[in-house]
């Protein structure tokens, strides 16, 4: 139970940071920032994993905060060219 809540706590910091770094503004609520938080770290995750594997035992990726931040922002950028307005 605890690590759905780290998501969501985790999603909403990267959601944030996200919408940050996008150019122009990015209007969506708490749920969407969550959701596109984690969805965007699920993408960070899958690039970080084309190029290399962390190591055995460590629980996440060394560079896994900046690449789901990019994550978020790739998804950002595909809802606006596919028209969802986020």
Do not use: E, K, N, Q
Request: proline residues 8%; charged residues 5%.
């Amino acid at each position: 139970m605890l690590h759905i809540l780290w998501y969501i706590i985790i999603g909403f910091i990267v959601g944030l940071l996200a919408r940050f770094f996008f150019p122009g503004p990015v209007p969506m609520g708490f749920i969407m920032t969550v959701i596109v938080g984690i969805v965007g770290s699920i993408i960070g995750g899958l690039i970080a994993r084309l190029f290399s594997r962390p190591p055995a035992g460590t629980p996440f990726h060394p560079a896994g905060i900046l690449l789901s931040i990019i994550g978020a922002i790739v998804l950002i950028w595909i809802l606006r060219m596919t028209g969802i307005h986020v």
